[in-house]
């Protein structure tokens, strides 16, 4: 291939097609919309993102024991040493579940020394907050969620003397 084909094989972009791409957002070389209401054959898909977002949630709350967890954490910020002992699991498995939540965007955390806390992230849309009410309100009656909360309030009873150190609001990090 000689260097005459390769550049009639890519086309120049003008300063106006650049513009219509960018408007639509497909990227593309597309048209821009018309007075009729036509638009780009390719749009980009808007809701893509969102839709992910509500598939990664989904998928968080599927799981009981990211269930088991999300419950807990309802409560306030919890110490992952804490979590481990309520659920009565290894801490790699436990971690394993909240780095999930932290991916899925429903759980923050912050290291404090040797120890990782967690707290709920505040809800970012109107399918996070649902689905968080629905966490508080429908799954009241779940009987292992209960023994959960249970387990924790005696946890805390007792808290002089765990390992870590206690919760605070210190998430600036």
């Known amino acids: ?3 005459r084909d390769t550049k009639s094989k890519t ?13 639509c957002g497909c990227g593309g070389g597309c048209l821009t919309p018309t007075a009729t209401g036509a638009g780009c054959a390719n749009p980009a898909p808007i809701a893509k993102t969102s839709s992910v977002d509500v598939s990664r949630m989904f998928r ?4 009981p024991t990211r269930l088991r967890i999300l419950n807990l954490l309802s409560g306030g910020e919890l110490c992952v040493c804490d979590i481990v002992h309520v659920l009565d699991m290894s801490q790699p498995k436990v971690s394993r579940h909240l780095a999930y939540l932290r991916r ?25 907050k649902t ?6 309100e429908c799954f009241a ?12 309030d005696q946890i805390h009873a007792g808290s002089s003397g765990r390992g870590c150190s206690t919760p605070t609001d210190d998430f600036g990090g």
């Open 141 to 152: 009656d779940v009987p292992q969620l209960a023994l959960d909360r249970a387990k924790l």
């Open 131 to 136: 689905l968080l009410t629905c966490l508080a």
């Open 104 to 128: 899925s965007g429903l759980v923050l955390a912050r290291r404090q020394g040797l120890w990782m806390h967690y707290r709920l992230a505040t809800p970012h849309g109107t399918f996070h």
């Open 11 to 23: 086309r120049p972009v003008s300063r106006g097609s650049a513009r219509r791409a960018a408007s």
């Open 1 to 3: 291939m000689n260097q």
């Open 60 to 63: 968080a709350f599927s799981d």
